[in-house]
């Protein structure tokens, strides 16, 4: 099992572009969350996805948006990036929703704003 | 609000010295608490979980209630435990979501 696996590994844009970002979960999880994690800070809460819905969300703007697919994978969209938006963006998976349930993280994609 | 002090950035240590990773937490429920660990190029992983009350490679975390803290520890450092590590509460509720504190690197000297 590979565990989660995010694509790509790394991106460049430039401030206006839209990116989008891919994760598959871990097998056997249901259940995907995404972390943005700016230099030298602890990763936060972007959004979590169960069941294809939207289930909770961080405090980031509606640019931020994302997709669920029936085979659990996610997307994380980003619409007229900022500079700010230049981070690592994680993706974790764990099985079933709510509370108890250790996140296991992939390797992230980085993305450089120029 | 929901907030997860770890109030040192680098924690450095000679191997064989105990090890105590400070983490303080506010919130008004009963979150689950999780210490995660990132060794050098490598991914973010689960290291323990207060409620399994476990002991990972020599790692131990008490949870204090009054004090809402979760604090790491090892009697004796090695110089493979030289990583990043962060506390993480777990809110409750219908969903759940990490909360990270900024990290602290330790750095176990030979």
């Known amino acids: 099992d590979a565990g989660v696996t995010q694509s790509p590994t790394h991106l460049i844009k430039t401030r206006g572009q839209q990116v989008t970002l891919r994760c598959s979960p871990k097998s056997g999880h249901d259940t995907v969350s995404w972390y943005q994690q700016a230099l030298g800070q602890g990763p936060q809460f972007i959004f979590q996805y169960y069941e294809e819905e939207e289930r909770q969300r961080g405090n980031f703007p509606d640019r931020f948006s994302g997709h669920q697919f029936p085979n659990y994978s996610s997307e994380l969209n980003v619409n007229a990036l900022l500079l700010g938006d230049s981070a690592l963006y994680l993706c974790?998976?764990?099985f079933g929703q709510g509370a108890n349930q250790p996140q296991h993280f992939g390797d992230g994609t980085r993305l450089s704003i120029l | 609000a929901q907030r997860v002090t770890q109030p040192e950035k680098l924690l450095s240590v000679f191997k064989g010295a105990p090890v105590e990773l400070k983490c303080n937490y506010s919130y008004s429920g009963s979150p689950e608490l999780f210490w995660y660990v990132q060794y050098s190029r490598q991914r973010l992983q689960l290291l323990l979980r207060?409620?399994s009350r476990e002991s990972i490679k020599g790692f131990t975390a008490d949870l204090n209630k009054g004090e809402t803290s979760f604090h790491l520890k090892k009697p004796f450092a090695q110089e493979e435990d030289s990583a990043m590590y962060y506390c993480?509460?777990?809110?409750?509720?219908?969903?759940?979501?990490?909360?990270f504190g900024q990290g602290t690197t330790l750095q176990v000297k030979p």
């Open positions: 207060h409620i």
């Open positions: 993480a509460p777990l809110v409750c509720g219908n969903t759940g979501k990490l909360i």
């Open positions: 974790a998976s764990s």
